[in-house]
């Protein structure tokens, strides 16, 4: 399961500020970052009167914009997205998910504080407070990193959530949540895999395979 750990803090404090120093950290250990940045208010992209405003309005469920360097969607949703929905959804290929604020998830919290602007860290161990960067004085329960610290974070970061992500494996998303699986099943499911596979004709062995099955209704 793709790691998941939130960035959090009071409004204005530099998360990402510091998610600007972080990521590039983490990229040069060639580690692959997905962010979702969390917004309380209804953001709005594709603006009245543009071609994907008018699809959507005209009933479209999904609207795609593609070019040859990015792609972005807009989605209905019901209510908001469970973050191990949206990383089985939209993180594939990454290694760590980041995200700014989604303070009131279970998942664990590097907080970004400055005494200048919140009195005390608004989250705590008992929120799956696991990190706090600042240079300001604290009693902790957790690691504390200054904000020059950056590497020592990540290092942070890299032994205790990322040892090991990179060895061969498999992910397998159930409607959007992601399944774990022991050694023994991830071999066995990669082996019976790719020895199908090999058998087709213009197979070349890759260095990843995505494979997406859709169950008819019974």
């Known amino acids: 399961m793709i790691p998941i750990i939130c960035v959090v803090g009071a409004s204005n404090v ?5 998610l600007e120093k972080l990521i590039p950290e983490l990229g040069r250990r060639r580690y692959r970052v997905g962010i979702v940045k969390h917004d309380a208010h209804s953001f709005e992209i594709d603006h009245k009167g543009k071609d994907t ?18 792609v972005a969607a807009i989605r209905r949703t019901d209510g908001e997205m469970d973050l191990q929905v ?5 993180f594939w290929d990454e290694e760590l998910l980041l995200t700014e ?9 590097i907080e970004i504080f400055r005494a200048a602007v919140e009195a005390s860290p ?3 161990p008992r929120d799956n407070l696991v990190a706090i960067v600042t240079d300001d004085p604290v009693d902790s329960e957790v ?24 060895k061969r494996g498999a992910l397998v998303h159930m409607d959007g949540k ?29 260095g990843k395979i995505d494979i997406h099955i859709r169950l008819g209704e019974e």
């Not at 530099?14 to 510091?18: A, D, E, H, L, R």
């Not at 949206?86 to 939209?90: S, V």
């Not at 604020?101 to 919290?109: D, E």
């Not at 690691?143 to 990179?166: M, N, T, W």
Request: charged fraction near 25%; hydrophobic fraction near 40%.
């Open 14 to 18: 530099g998360k990402t500020t510091f």
């Open 122 to 124: 608004i989250c705590t």
């Open 86 to 90: 949206l990383a089985g959804h939209l």
């Open 101 to 109: 604020g989604f303070k009131r998830s279970h998942f664990p919290k």
């Open 178 to 206: 992601q399944l774990p699986m022991k050694d023994f099943v991830c071999d066995f499911l990669v082996g019976g895999i790719v020895g199908m596979l090999s058998t087709l004709r213009g197979w070349k062995r890759p």
């Open 53 to 70: 405003w008018r699809l959507r309005e005209a009933g479209a469920n999904t609207v795609v914009i593609s070019s040859r360097e990015k």
């Open 143 to 166: 690691p504390v990193f200054s904000f020059a610290d950056v590497a020592k974070l990540a290092d942070f970061i890299e032994e205790r959530y990322l040892k090991g992500r990179r």
